[in-house]
C-alpha cells in the first residue's frame, strides 16, 4: 500500500535509528543488581512517576522536540491543546501528502514511555504517506514542550482531551478514528477505547508491545523490587480494562523478542479480549523499541484498515520493505 514515489527504506533507516537512540535506557533496570534492591524499592514508591515517565530521556527531549519537515513531512500543523484542568498539550496533526490517496481515517497516535512526539515522526510519515491516514500525535503532560507532569490520571486526561479535540474538529468530526498505541501508549489508548466505546465513533484499535498491568511488569522490568510491586501506585490495568471492549475491531502487534515487555503479556491481552474482531500479528525478531521496523508491520496496519475500519477491498499495494539491516 504505497505510495509512488516514496523511498520506505529511508523511512525504516529513521525509525530502526530513533529506537536504537532510546532503547539502551530502557534496560538498565532490568541489569540492576540485588545489591541496590533497596533503594530501587525506596524509589519505586516515593520517585516511581520518575521511573514510569523518563521523559527527560534521551537528553534534550524536554526542549528539542523534531518537526515534521526534519522528516519530509510537508502537510502538517503545530497544535497546543489545552486540557480541562489547565495544562498545555503540544501536538502535531498531520494529513496525508498524497491527497488523491488520502481515506476517510484519522489515526490518534500515543508514544511510549520515552523521548517526545518528534522521536516518532518516522512513524507518521509512513502512516500518512503509504496508507492516507490523517495522524494526531499528542504529546503527554511533562514530555516535550507540554506543562505539567506526568501521572496515570493526568495522561488519562490527556488521551480524552485528544479525543475530543478530534471530536470536535470539523475537519475529522465526521472521520473514522483508530487509537494507536505503544508500549505505555497502549495501556493508555485500552482505558480510553474501554471509557468511550459506547459512542461509536472509535472504527478500531491498535495496540503494539503493551502491559497487562505495571505491577505485573515490575518483576520483568524492576526484578530487585519485585516483591515491592504491590506498592506501585502507576497501576494501569489493561487487562481489566481489555474485556470491556467488544465492538471495536483490535489489532495486536507482538515482538517476540520484547525484551522490556515479556511477550506473554500481548498474548495474555489477546487471550481475554472479547472483541468480535481481533486481529494477532507476532514479530519474531522484533524488539520492544524496533518491532516497527519489522517486515509486514505496516502491512499489518494497512490490511487491519481497509478490512476492519475502511470495510472495503479497495485495491492497495504491499508496502513491506526490508529492516534496516537485512
Not at 500543523?77 to 498531520?94: C, Y
Not at 489508548?189 to 515490575?218: C, P, V, Y
Request: charged share 15%.
Amino acid at each position: 500500500m504505497a505510495v509512488p514515489g516514496a523511498q520506505p527504506n529511508s523511512i525504516l533507516n529513521q525509525i530502526t535509528s530513533t529506537a536504537s537512540n532510546i532503547v539502551s535506557y530502557l534496560r538498565l533496570p532490568v541489569l540492576a543488581s540485588s545489591g541496590i534492591a533497596a533503594v530501587l524499592s525506596g524509589l519505586l514508591y516515593f520517585k516511581q512517576n520518575e521511573l514510569i515517565y523518563p521523559r527527560n530521556i534521551p537528553l534534550g527531549s524536554r526542549t528539542e522536540v523534531p518537526r515534521p519537515p526534519q522528516f519530509g513531512i510537508t502537510d502538517f500543523e503545530e497544535l497546543s491543546i489545552p486540557t480541562p484542568d489547565g495544562e498545555s498539550l503540544s501536538a502535531f496533526f498531520i494529513r496525508p501528502s498524497n491527497r488523491s490517496f488520502a481515506n476517510n481515517v484519522t489515526l490518534l497516535m500515543f508514544h511510549g514511555n520515552a523521548g517526545n512526539i518528534g522521536h516518532r515522526l518516522p512513524i507518521a510519515r509512513v502512516l500518512e504517506e503509504s496508507i492516507g491516514c490523517n495522524v494526531l500525535m499528542l504529546q503527554y503532560r511533562g514530555y516535550g514542550l507540554s506543562t505539567g507532569s506526568p501521572s496515570e490520571q493526568g495522561l488519562l486526561i490527556d488521551g480524552q482531551t485528544g479525543l475530543d479535540y478530534l471530536r470536535n474538529r470539523a475537519e475529522t468530526a465526521n472521520s473514522k478514528i483508530v487509537i494507536y498505541g505503544q508500549s505505555l501508549g497502549g495501556a493508555l489508548s485500552i482505558q480510553l477505547a474501554a471509557k468511550n466505546h459506547a459512542e461509536g465513533d472509535i472504527a478500531g484499535l491498535i495496540l503494539e508491545n503493551t502491559f497487562t498491568s505495571m505491577r505485573k511488569l515490575i518483576p520483568s522490568a524492576f526484578p530487585p523490587a519485585r516483591y515491592l510491586a504491590r506498592l506501585c501506585h502507576q497501576v494501569w490495568p489493561s487487562e481489566t480494562f481489555l474485556p470491556e471492549i467488544e465492538s471495536i475491531p483490535i489489532l495486536f502487534l507482538s515482538g517476540l523478542q520484547d525484551e522490556i515487555v515479556p511477550p506473554s503479556h500481548m498474548r495474555h491481552l489477546y487471550t481475554i479480549s472479547r472483541a468480535k474482531t481481533k486481529i494477532w500479528k507476532s514479530f519474531p525478531q522484533g524488539t520492544h523499541n524496533d518491532t516497527v521496523a519489522e517486515r509486514g508491520y505496516f502491512d499489518a496496519i494497512a490490511e487491519f484498515i481497509d478490512e476492519h475500519v475502511l470495510l472495503n477491498s479497495r485495491s492497495r499495494r504491499r508496502f513491506s520493505p526490508r529492516p534496516a539491516n537485512a
